[in-house]
């Protein structure tokens, strides 16, 4: 994603259709999209920009052939980080989707 953007960059495609070939592959009934941020900037934004990353996400993934039943977007905003956001590098890592399995075959 660019910053402040939800719109799903093209050098993301390729994983995110690796993402759609495991669902398949694996049966994968229901998944739950979780989107993250940093500490930086209006907490109500964040939550906000988090939540829309989850739908592109989800969106994407029912344009490839996912059935949206299956999918759960949630935001999370900067709640859970997984680092410090005392550097770059770490408010980078915080800047994330994850995928969660919620139901497998």
Known sequence: FATGSAEILPVSHGLLTQVVDIILRKNIRRLRVEGHTDNR?????????????????????????????????????????????????????????EFVVVENE
């Open 41 to 97: 900037g209006n907490k109500p934004v964040n939550l906000k920009l988090s939540t829309d990353r989850a739908e592109a996400v989800a969106n994407f993934l029912t344009a490839q052939g996912i059935d949206r039943e299956r999918l759960t977007a949630l935001g999370f905003g900067d709640s859970r980080p997984v680092a410090p956001n005392l550097t770059a590098r770490g408010r980078e890592l915080n800047r994330r989707v």
